[in-house]
């Protein structure tokens, strides 16, 4: 396999884009295999790395369905879920605690 050419940190040439640049244009990289790479320079770590895609090979974004939006929502709302008071925190509960504030911390909520 040949190696990727490395382009530095905007300095790739027109044509080329990260994800994020992708679907901030609408598109998605559709399937086609990465053509580059960019790096930034770090000082303490090895460089961040974005992976480059064609544009004009790029495809349309996927419009949501009734299904994807539903689904969505039910991911979301168990995001809010506590198990340990099977309650609605509202906010999404923090993967760090693994239950809601309250629960967490039941001392804290005592004093105030």
């Known amino acids: 396999m040949a190696a990727l050419p490395i382009y530095r940190w905007r300095l790739a040439p027109d044509g080329l884009a990260t994800r ?16 580059a790479q960019l ?24 419009p949501m369905t009734v299904g994807r939006t539903a689904a969505l929502a039910k991911a ?19 993967a760090s605690l693994g239950m809601c504030t309250p629960c967490a911390y039941p001392d804290e909520q005592r004093v105030a």
């Not at 994020?20 to 053509?35: C, I, K, T």
């Not at 506590?82 to 309650?87: F, I, K, W």
């Open 20 to 35: 994020r640049q992708l679907r901030s244009l609408g598109l998605r990289p559709g399937g086609q295999d990465v053509v």
């Open 39 to 62: 790096e930034r320079p770090r000082r303490r770590r090895g460089p961040l790395v974005a992976y480059l895609y064609l544009v004009d090979r790029a495809l349309p974004v996927r």
């Open 76 to 94: 979301n709302a168990a995001r809010r879920w506590c198990p340990a008071c099977r309650r609605d925190a509202g906010y999404v509960i923090p």
